[in-house]
């Protein structure tokens, strides 16, 4: 059955956002590899990169993964986090060097390469003690819905109900039909023609624990082809296959001492749950205008996304009737499979500079820049669409990227280190902050085979907002991403 679901800002965000996992190097040196190539994951910045190679080139890279989060709501501090380990990037270059030594055309590659695009595993914990309940959210989306159906007929379920009003009027009757199934708010008047709710939880102070645990990775398959142009041009274009495997799960618990309320526990789960494949292309070029200086172009399209997603749901109360303790359970036990729906995250422009010194190291730079105010769902003409994306249009905005690398070789040994700097996405730069990174790395070259290690740490703060509508307080959120790798690359 196909269900109806409004999506929101932050489903955009995720998977506009671009964390490109690539080799140990790198991520060393920050992924300022716009103007350089020469290491085979460079071509998920600059297409161009790989026909900089002179021979052919594989290499695979490990990871370990570590998130700390830090929260603060009403006053209340709690840590929490998260570790993995994973294999984020693999991939191949094969050059084929031109046999006509009257041809411009020097060299043809074409590269194959898998990157992790975006780490999405994390476990944040909120605790705290606020003031305003959980009933507001359900009262939100009952406001307006008549109680009729919000009544079981004879012989129906409460499971049968909800999965009727899913199909037929949408997730907010379905949580207007858990609110008012457990107790959690009362018709104005007890009549099938009331369209009018108040919270059956009285005004006060909430003790509230809300878990936001999540699963999954994005990532980008890519099938590169480069050249090169007499002694000093590179050009090249990628074809990109992208994935998303998610999965979220948001748990609730609030409890009340309030006077005059019927209710005072509460125990709500989402469960949501998100696949989606997507396609875009990269062109780019890289100049050599001196043999030490070197500058790079690129331009990445829009990806386009089809998408699709089913929840889950379970809502568990308990009131005081007469001085007992009474425990409702609301499971549906109903799986929402939502219609498939489309999404364009924006494209990207991207200018590189680089400067080597010889055989004994390079510095490189790269910036970026993507609007994330173009992000659109679609179809646009649907009323939900087009809401979102007016408020993506007001919410959000062009943002810049910074990368600076930088590598010194000593014989066989290379030393590296990085920093990167992505401006906020919001216009408010409050909702989510401005991301900072730190990197540094080794790498030791056995002639055939190279062995590199990187370690990354990314910070970035964010407000939390609890629910989209209702309960929409936040905490103040830091998280901090922590990163080694390991890459095992062999010369063929």
């Known amino acids: ?72 709501y009403f006053g209340t501090s709690r840590t929490s986090g998260d570790s993995r380990v994973d294999v984020v990037q693999g991939g191949g270059v094969f050059v084929f060097d031109s046999y006509n030594d009257e041809s411009p055309w020097r060299k043809f590659t074409i590269g194959l390469n898998y990157n992790r695009t975006q780490d999405l595993d994390n476990e944040l914990f909120i605790q705290g003690t606020g003031n305003t309940s959980i009933s507001q959210f359900f009262l939100e989306q009952a406001q307006g819905v008549p109680l009729d159906l919000l009544e079981t007929r004879i012989g129906e379920s409460v499971g049968e109900l909800y999965q009727f009003l899913g199909e037929t009027r949408g997730t907010g009757a379905q949580n207007a039909l858990l609110g008012f199934q457990g107790f959690i708010i009362n018709p104005v008047e007890n009549n099938a023609g009331n369209t009018q709710y ?8 909430f003790n509230q624990q809300y878990s936001y ?7 980008k398959y890519t099938l590169n082809f480069s050249t090169q142009y007499g002694e000093k041009l590179f050009l090249g274009v990628n074809l990109n296959s ?44 890289i100049a050599k205008l001196s043999e030490e200086f070197r500058i790079g172009f690129t331009y990445d399209t829009p990806t386009w996304y089809n998408i699709s997603e089913e929840t889950i749901q ?14 409702t359970i609301i499971d549906p036990r109903v799986v929402n499979v939502f219609a498939d729906y489309d999404l364009r995250t924006p494209g990207k422009l991207g ?44 919410s959000l905005k062009g943002a810049s990227t910074f990368r600076v690398g930088g590598e010194a070789r000593i014989d066989n040994v290379s030393l590296r280190a990085g920093y990167r700097f992505e401006e906020s996405p919001y216009e408010n730069e409050t909702t989510v902050g401005d991301l900072t990174g730190y990197s540094a790395g080794i790498g030791y070259n056995f002639g055939e085979v190279n062995l590199d290690l990187s370690y990354t740490r990314t910070s970035q703060d964010r407000n939390q907002q609890l629910y989209n509508v209702g309960l929409t307080d936040s905490a103040q959120i830091e998280q901090v991403n922590n990163t080694v790798l390991l890459t095992l690359g062999i010369s063929l």
């Open 198 to 205: 108040s919270s059956a939880i009285a005004p006060g102070q």
């Open 1 to 72: 059955m196909a269900f109806t679901q409004a999506q929101n800002i932050n489903d955009g965000l995720r998977y506009a956002t671009d964390n490109t996992n690539g080799s140990a190097r790198f991520q060393a040196m920050a992924g300022a590899f716009g103007a350089l190539g020469g290491d085979v994951s460079s071509m998920a910045i600059n297409p161009a990169g790989t026909s900089i190679f002179l021979f052919n080139k594989a290499d695979i890279t490990f990871s370990v993964d570590d998130i700390e989060n830090s929260s603060t």
């Open 351 to 394: 200018a590189s500079a680089a400067y080597i010194f010889g055989g004994n190291g390079l510095l490189s730079f790269d910036y970026s820049y993507k609007d994330y105010s173009n992000i659109k769902f679609r179809p646009s003409g649907d009323p939900a669409f087009a809401a979102t994306n007016t408020n993506i249009e007001n």
């Open 213 to 219: 645990l999540t699963r999954g990775y994005t990532g």
């Open 242 to 285: 992208h994935v998303i495997d998610y999965e979220q799960r948001t748990v609730l618990f609030e409890t009340n001492s309030n006077t005059g309320s019927t209710t005072d526990a509460v125990f709500f789960e989402n469960n949501l749950g998100v696949l989606g494949s997507g396609f875009s292309a990269q062109v780019g070029g």
């Open 314 to 327: 379970y809502l568990e109360s308990d009131r005081t009737v007469n001085g007992a303790t009474l425990t």
